[in-house]
């Protein structure tokens, strides 16, 4: 199983970043599957910001859920991050991640992918 992120690498402030997950070797509508964005920005532990469910059902962390939505395209078995009104203290490396049973353990990450954001 592979996940791979792609999107910009760089944004403006008050921008909303758009990142894709394509998903090898699983399916994203797989049972008992949850497929997450995390990241982490400089100085800051690492933060789970959501995820998407086998069934389409999503979930986010509060601290981010008004800017934050996940969708999915289930033909190309990718899932999608949009967040909103970026600013620099977003500036990090975002991951996507399988959690496999819905218990926030997630055994498989992509590579990551450095945003900044600036003018």
């Known amino acids: 199983v592979q996940l791979r992120e792609s999107g910009p690498g760089l944004v403006s402030p008050s921008q909303t970043l758009s990142l894709t997950c394509t998903v090898s070797?699983?399916?994203?509508?797989?049972?008992?599957?949850?497929w997450n964005w995390i990241r982490q920005t400089p100085g800051k532990d690492v933060e789970w910001i959501g995820h998407i469910g086998h069934s389409g059902s999503t979930y986010y962390n509060p601290s981010v859920s008004g800017r934050v939505s996940i969708s999915r395209d289930t033909a190309n078995n990718q899932f999608t991050l949009r967040f909103s009104d970026m600013s620099a203290t977003d500036t990090g490396v975002y991951y996507c991640?399988?959690?496999?049973?819905?218990?926030?353990?997630?055994?498989?990450w992509g590579q990551g992918i450095q945003v900044a954001v600036s003018s």
């Open positions: 070797g699983d399916s994203i509508t797989t049972n008992r599957n949850y």
């Open positions: 991640a399988r959690d496999p049973n819905g218990f926030y353990y997630f055994d498989i």
